[in-house]
């Protein structure tokens, strides 16, 4: 059984840079399209990135030119970087696996990482 | 970007009874739809994908229809553990993948 979990610092000042790791156990990472949704109240799901095999990224056009998403395939995790957060940023992470580029469904979650942005 | 609108919000409903809730996409997402259930503190659960499949594992009393920009997720029989929140997912024209907003199931 494929297990994600998600890991982050829980409290992140306003202007400063988020970081989340997904460690998957129980599989690997390759050959598997790795992405990070978040779920706020005010916005519901919203898909932020995926990456793939350490080479392969895509962004949400409204998140792009503040995230980074990257595996790490010695370490079996993915993660995610959001610069210059807001309170808009706050909410619970999750990491989500796809196993098809053509079927972009989620078809595995982790339990998710609750992110507050306040000072 | 594709807008996905669920309908209605909030859908009261009697245990063993049949639950119908709908999902419309602002331009055609094909069969390109997912359904998940998600229940307080717990991530969201893959119930249907391409419209209409079943994941595995899930019951034969969910089902899903539609195609282009009109979906139905239908649930007969309703069992206590179904009262949750369910969204649908376009995975079509991306980035980004998008979602409703979510139709929350309750006991009537």
């Known amino acids: 059984q494929v297990l994600l979990q998600e890991s982050g610092p829980g409290l992140v000042k306003p202007s400063e840079t988020l970081s989340l790791t997904c460690t998957v156990s129980?599989?690997?990472?390759?050959?598997?399209?790795w992405s990070w949704v978040r779920q706020s109240p005010g916005k519901g799901l919203e898909w932020i990135a995926y990456a793939y095999n350490s080479g392969t990224t895509s962004y949400s056009p409204s998140l792009k030119s503040r995230v980074t998403i990257s595996l790490d395939t010695s370490e079996n995790q993915c993660s995610l970087k959001l610069t210059s957060v807001t309170a808009a940023d706050t909410g619970l992470y999750f990491c989500?696996?796809?196993?098809?580029?053509?079927?972009?469904?989620?078809?595995?979650w982790g339990q998710g990482t609750l992110v507050t942005v306040s000072s | 970007e594709i807008v996905m609108t669920q309908s209605p919000a909030t859908l009261s409903v009697s245990p063993g009874e049949r639950a119908t809730l709908s999902c419309r996409a602002s331009?055609?997402?094909?069969?390109?739809l997912a359904w998940y259930q998600q229940k307080p503190g717990q991530a969201p659960r893959l119930l249907i994908s391409?419209?209409?499949t079943r994941a595995t594992g899930i019951p034969a009393r969910f089902s899903g229809s539609g195609s282009g920009t009109e979906f139905t997720l239908t649930i007969i029989s309703l069992q206590s553990e179904d009262f949750a929140v369910y969204y649908c997912q376009q995975y079509n024209n991306w980035p980004p993948f998008t979602f409703g907003q979510g139709t929350k199931l309750e006991i009537k």
């Open positions: 391409g419209a209409s």
């Open positions: 989500a696996r796809t196993s098809s580029r053509s079927h972009f469904y989620f078809d595995n």
């Open positions: 129980g599989g690997s990472i390759i050959n598997y399209y």
């Open positions: 331009q055609s997402v094909s069969s390109n």
